[in-house]
């Protein structure tokens, strides 16, 4: 609990951050990453991806954030038991360098969960502010001096390449985003087909730039809602047939189901606002305060992950 | 240097943030403190002040973040030479917990580092700026989950009341500043005297505002010059003589050179804009942007810390 109240010879230790690379060959300069996953619901189809990712898991280390709620504890106990099978008992291979969970010292502002009440767009901006606040808190609280990169990962993102960090490492962006969708059964052909879920990523329009000019220094502009026609470009409709997992777009909003940064875009202070940030609030925000800072967002249309489907 | 590359038992490690407190009686509450100081500059009376501290050692961590440069090296060298007297032969109860230098990824804006050429109105916002990156990273990557406090002491305050961690922490306030003053020999009377030398704490004045509204979005308010008169209420000129140490005051932009923060205004995503965030950066940016997260910043006119005097 408090490592500092046992009394131990104390080390100094240097850290080169100067040294500290962030490379497109992550696994040749044996980088370090840390995944932070806020985490409300345990899905074993999302530990059984995260076990599958052929990155040198001894390069990785887990992180998580859960709410101190009922629904939280059925989590942390789920969860910890996949963790001892992997850790103790699981081949050598599949281990991670450490892993970390954090209880939040929150309440989550909505007590029901279901993928109808979330997305409501009257619960938004709350919801997406307590999101805020967990994912700096996960941040803050884990990145080290010696982290290379932080991917965010939800807890139920339940299908990605085994590749994924390696292929998202490959472009040498600060800011990189996959696309995010979503399997299920279409009702009229009883066929499995997907269809976009995050709507998140996104190209400012003029018209999004106007809205915000003419509100509240306090309103949110949000992504996905008719009753608020942003005309900004999104992602999740730049997917095509066969289009070419590498081709990449500029973003000026991000989703946070699956996202890469290097760790020095996050070191120079690029964090989720949990209040509206030029309008903007969480993953959208966070997209907009790295650009305050210098560092741009990019998306891959054509390289999907897959969320949970309620 | 990457503790991850090392193959050991990989351990899970729970937090209970809900559990995590910061109270007005941290040392009976065995609360740990992390004394976050950027370094350009080594000084002895620094060290020996730090020393001094009377709030137990065991529950101190010290975090540095040292330019990469001539002045940098010499001053980690030194700084190190007294973390091995203090922490190797020195008495044990004057020992920290822990203590880590990083060496900093980018380079100081300035090559000048003399008090005049640093306090040039036009060289504020990159030198302020570079600190602001300089800050986050110590912050980002040194703040943990087990952390109640962030005390923020600048490498050249060299005086203090030993108990200054608790006289702070005893107001109970999420942010909270002590006045900062420098000594010097007054060359009429040529008898030791003090003057204020901290102005970056303050109460905003409508002026102010408005000043800001007319600016560019990119520019910002600076204290403390008489070119832009913001007649602000400043913290420096509210010290009484025999004035009340426990004296509050609100504040709405705070200084950096010695400064008290309970961990979970860092936590929840207060750090040191680099960019202009309302007409505001680096410490008086952080003091808004935690208004903005909902804490409030107190200050104690009475209770002095001292700046060297070059
Ligand atoms: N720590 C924490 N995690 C949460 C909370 N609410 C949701 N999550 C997690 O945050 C991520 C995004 O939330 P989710 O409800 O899936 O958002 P949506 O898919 O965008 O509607 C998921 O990994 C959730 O498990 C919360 O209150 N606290
Ligand atoms: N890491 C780092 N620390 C710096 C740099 N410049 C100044 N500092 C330190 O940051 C603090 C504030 O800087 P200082 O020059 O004293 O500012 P002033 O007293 O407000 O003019 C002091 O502890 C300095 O040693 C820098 O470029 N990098
Ligand atoms: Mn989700
Ligand atoms: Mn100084």
Not at 4 to 29: E, G
Request: some cysteine.
């Amino acid at each position: 609990e408090k490592p500092n109240a046992k009394r131990v010879p104390p080390p100094v230790v240097h850290y080169h951050m100067n040294n500290l690379t962030s490379t497109s060959d992550p696994v040749a300069n044996r980088e370090t990453i840390l995944i932070l996953t806020p985490l409300a619901r345990f899905y074993q189809e999302y530990w059984d991806n995260l076990l599958r990712l052929s990155y040198p898991h001894e390069l990785i280390t887990l992180a998580f954030i859960i709410p101190k709620n009922r629904e939280g504890n059925a989590a942390t106990t789920a969860l910890q038991e996949q963790i001892t099978k992997t850790q103790k008992s699981g081949p050598e291979k599949n281990r991670f360098a450490s892993i970390i969970i954090e209880r939040q010292d929150f309440d989550p502002p909505l007590s029901s969960q279901s993928e109808t009440e979330r997305h409501k767009m009257e619960n938004q901006k709350a919801r997406r502010a307590a999101m805020s606040r967990a994912r700096n808190s996960l941040l803050f609280t884990t990145l080290g001096p010696s982290t290379s990169w932080v991917l965010w990962l939800d807890s139920d993102i339940i299908e990605s390449p085994p590749t994924l960090i390696q292929d998202l490492a490959a472009h040498d962006k600060p800011i990189i985003v996959p696309n995010c969708f979503q399997k299920y059964i279409d009702p009229k052909t009883k066929q499995p087909a997907e269809r976009p879920y995050d709507f998140n990523s996104w190209q400012d329009s003029d018209h999004a730039r106007k809205l915000g000019e003419g509100m509240g220094a306090d309103d949110i502009l949000l992504e996905g809602y008719a009753q608020m026609a942003t005309y900004r470009t999104l992602m999740a409709y730049l997917a095509e047939d066969n289009g070419d997992p590498k081709q990449e777009v500029p973003l000026d909003g991000v989703g946070g189901t699956a996202l890469l940064v290097k760790a020095e875009v996050h070191r120079d202070g690029a964090m989720f606002p949990p209040f509206p940030f030029y309008h903007l609030i969480e993953t959208e925000g966070f997209a907009k305060m790295a650009r305050r800072l210098g560092w741009s967002a990019t998306g891959l249309p054509n390289y999907k992950v897959y969320h949970y489907n309620e």
